[in-house]
C-alpha cells in the first residue's frame, strides 16, 4: 500500500508542477530600457514611469544612456528588451534577443508594442541575438539538459539496483562515485555530439557544451546516489520529485522564469537542470558570458551527494520503517 500512496504522489506531483508552471505564463518584472535622443529624453522618462506602473508589474522599465549601450545590454542578456523612441519618424526600434528565450522575449514585446501602439506609432523590431537556424524556438538546448538529468538519475538507480542503495564501505563508495566520471563524460560529450556535429540543432560549441553537459550529469548522478544511501528507495523518489517533477518545469526551457508563477521562477536557477538550460544558453547565445552561477550550483550539488555517499556508506542498515518502504 505504501508502494502505490508513493508512486500516486509522485504521480500528481508531476501533474500539478507542470500545469501550474505552464498554464497561465504572465511576465513578471521583465527588464527592458527605453532609450532616446537627448531632445526626447523627457518623453522617454514619462514613458519609463508609465511602464512601471502596469498593472501587474510586467516590467521593470529604466531610462538607458544611449542606443549603443542599450544594445549591448540586449546582446548580452543583461536586458530582455529595449525600445528606442524615434520621434523624427512614424515608427520607433524595438531591441530583442530571442537567444534570452521566446516566451519571456515575447512578452516584453508584446507589452511595449500594445504601449507604443496606443500612442498611434508602429514598431519595428530588431533581433540581436536570434536562435540558430536549427534550434526552433530555442528548445534544443532543453531537451538536450534534460537528456542529460534523465540519464543520469536512472545510472544511479541501475547501480543501486545491481549493488544495492548503500555502498558498504568507504571502498565501495569511492569507486560508485568514481564509476560516475567515465559515465558523465560520456553523457556530456554524447550529447553534444548529437546537438552539434550530428544534427546540427546547436553549432560551434562542442566542447564547451560537452565540459557542461559533463558537469551537468555527475553532479545529478552524485546527488543520486547520496540521496538512495541516505533513503533507500525512497531516495529513487526524492531525487525525481527535485529533478524532473520540480527541476524541469523550472529550468527555463519551454518557459523562462520571468513569466512563471513565483515558486517556479525562485527555484529554477538552484537546481541543476535550471543551471544546465541557463548554461547552455550562455554558451550558444551570449559567448559564455556568464557560466559562473551554473557552475557553482552543478558543483555544489556534486558535493553535497559525494559527501552524502561517504557519510552514510557503510553504517548498516536504516531504519526499518524505511527499509520496509
Known amino acids: 500500500m505504501a508502494w502505490v500512496i508513493g508512486v500516486l504522489f509522485l504521480q500528481f506531483a508531476f501533474i500539478f508542477s507542470y500545469v501550474a508552471a505552464f498554464h497561465d505564463p504572465t511576465p513578471h518584472d521583465l527588464k527592458v530600457q527605453v532609450v532616446a535622443p537627448e531632445a526626447a529624453r523627457a518623453q522617454a522618462q514619462q514613458l519609463v514611469d508609465q511602464l512601471n506602473r502596469l498593472s501587474g508589474n510586467?516590467?521593470?522599465?529604466?531610462?538607458?544612456?544611449?542606443?549603443?549601450?542599450?544594445?549591448?545590454?540586449?546582446?548580452?542578456g543583461d536586458q530582455i528588451a529595449a525600445l528606442v523612441l524615434r520621434?523624427?519618424?512614424s515608427s520607433d526600434l524595438l531591441l530583442v534577443a530571442s537567444g534570452s528565450?521566446?516566451?519571456?522575449?515575447?512578452?516584453?514585446?508584446?507589452?511595449?508594442?500594445?504601449?507604443?501602439?496606443?500612442?498611434q506609432r508602429t514598431v519595428e523590431k530588431d533581433d540581436l541575438v536570434p536562435f540558430q537556424s536549427g534550434d526552433a524556438r530555442g528548445l534544443t538546448g532543453f531537451y538536450l539538459v534534460v537528456g542529460w538529468a534523465v540519464g543520469s538519475y536512472l545510472f544511479p538507480t541501475v547501480i543501486a539496483l545491481a549493488r544495492g542503495d548503500r555502498p558498504r564501505s568507504i571502498r565501495a563508495a569511492a569507486m560508485r562515485l568514481g564509476a560516475l566520471v567515465p559515465y558523465a563524460l560520456a553523457s556530456g560529450?554524447?550529447?553534444?555530439?548529437?546537438?552539434?556535429?550530428l544534427l546540427g540543432a546547436q553549432t560551434g560549441h562542442f566542447w564547451e557544451l560537452g565540459l557542461l553537459g559533463t558537469a551537468a550529469s555527475f553532479s545529478i548522478a552524485a546527488v543520486a546516489i547520496g540521496l538512495e544511501a541516505l533513503l533507500g528507495v525512497i531516495g529513487i523518489g526524492a531525487t525525481l520529485l527535485l529533478i524532473v517533477i520540480i527541476g524541469n518545469p523550472s529550468a527555463g526551457?519551454?518557459?523562462?522564469?520571468?513569466?512563471m508563477p513565483t515558486f517556479w521562477r525562485v527555484v529554477g536557477d538552484?537546481?541543476?537542470?535550471?543551471?544546465?538550460?541557463?548554461?547552455?544558453?550562455?554558451?550558444?547565445?551570449?559567448?559564455?558570458?556568464?557560466?559562473?552561477?551554473?557552475?557553482?550550483?552543478?558543483?555544489?550539488?556534486?558535493?553535497?551527494?559525494?559527501?552524502?555517499?561517504?557519510?552514510?556508506?557503510?553504517?548498516?542498515?536504516?531504519?526499518?520503517?524505511?527499509?520496509?518502504?
Open 58 to 76: 510586467p516590467l521593470d522599465a529604466s531610462l538607458a544612456d544611449s542606443e549603443s549601450k542599450a544594445r549591448a545590454d540586449v546582446r548580452n
Open 87 to 89: 520621434p523624427e519618424q
Open 101 to 119: 528565450g521566446d516566451s519571456v522575449e515575447e512578452a516584453a514585446s508584446g507589452v511595449l508594442t500594445k504601449v507604443v501602439e496606443e500612442q
Open 189 to 197: 560529450f554524447g550529447g553534444a555530439l548529437i546537438v552539434d556535429p
Open 253 to 259: 526551457g519551454a518557459f523562462q522564469a520571468g513569466v
Open 270 to 325: 538552484w537546481i541543476p537542470t535550471g543551471a544546465g538550460v541557463d548554461g547552455v544558453r550562455q554558451i550558444v547565445y551570449f559567448d559564455s558570458a556568464d557560466l559562473t552561477r551554473p557552475y557553482l550550483v552543478l558543483l555544489a550539488y556534486a558535493v553535497v551527494g559525494i559527501a552524502l555517499t561517504l557519510l552514510i556508506s557503510g553504517r548498516g542498515r536504516r531504519p526499518e520503517v524505511l527499509a520496509s518502504m
